[in-house]
């Protein structure tokens, strides 16, 4: 499985209606439905926002909506889309702004379904990892050691804050996790305990 990096678009017009395909990256079934929640108050002005998510290591979450459109012509096929690509924490949405003239049952399953192809072309995913969340607060001189090792670790999401000390937060993969803990330590004589939680 791979997994969804970040934010894409891709939009196509059929026949005057509007169909408007967007990626988010969400690692939950809660995260997706939050999501979801954001784009219709987006497009509340549209008629159908369809949606399709799969979440998971192995993609064994999911699930789709045809939000008002004829059942089977709108979910399904994105969510078929959506589940042989091969990639994981993904909410793929669909919003249509009807343009006056009705598809049919055909049409619909392929406007949504190429809808949901030209989104995944042109977004970015990378294979998945497992990955563990990681926190810890130090002082500026342990703080300057420990983000020169940053490199030798898979560290992303990373934000900073200053004050007194600096405090970080970000996500490693779980296998390094343990190993970035004890650097820090070593680095800090013992004074910088690391936290590891997992990913939400």
């Given at each position: 499985m791979n997994v969804l990096l970040d934010y894409?678009?891709?939009?196509?017009?059929?026949?005057?209606?509007?169909?408007?395909a967007e990626v988010f990256p969400v690692s939950t079934q809660?995260?997706?439905?939050?999501?979801?929640?954001?784009?219709?108050?987006?497009?509340?002005?549209?008629?159908?926002?369809v949606h399709a998510f799969v979440t998971g290591a192995q993609g064994e979450t999911?699930?789709?909506?045809d939000?008002?459109?004829?059942?089977?012509?709108?979910?399904?096929?994105?969510?078929?889309?959506?589940?042989?690509?091969?990639i994981t924490n993904i909410l793929l949405t669909v919003t249509r702004y009807f343009g006056g003239t009705l598809l049919g049952t055909g049409g619909l399953v392929r406007?949504?379904?190429d809808s949901a192809k030209q989104v995944l072309a042109v977004c970015?995913?990378?294979?998945?990892?497992?990955?563990?969340h990681i926190s810890f607060s130090a002082d500026y001189p342990v703080y300057e050691a420990v983000r020169r090792r940053y490199e030798q670790y898979h560290v992303s999401a990373l934000t900073e804050s200053y004050g007194a000390a600096v405090t970080v937060h970000a996500d490693i993969w779980a296998e390094e996790a343990a190993a970035f803990a004890a650097d820090v330590k070593n680095m800090s004589k013992g004074k910088t305990e690391v936290q590891i939680?997992?990913?939400?």
């Open positions: 894409a678009r891709a939009e196509q017009v059929v026949r005057n209606s509007r169909f408007i809660a995260l997706a439905r939050d999501t979801l929640r954001d784009v219709k108050l987006r497009y509340k002005d549209a008629a159908h926002v999911n699930g789709m909506s939000d008002g459109e004829p059942g089977g012509t709108a979910g399904r096929p994105v969510l078929d889309v959506l589940r042989g690509s091969g406007a949504y379904g970015r995913s990378e294979p998945f990892v497992a990955k563990q939680t997992p990913c939400i």
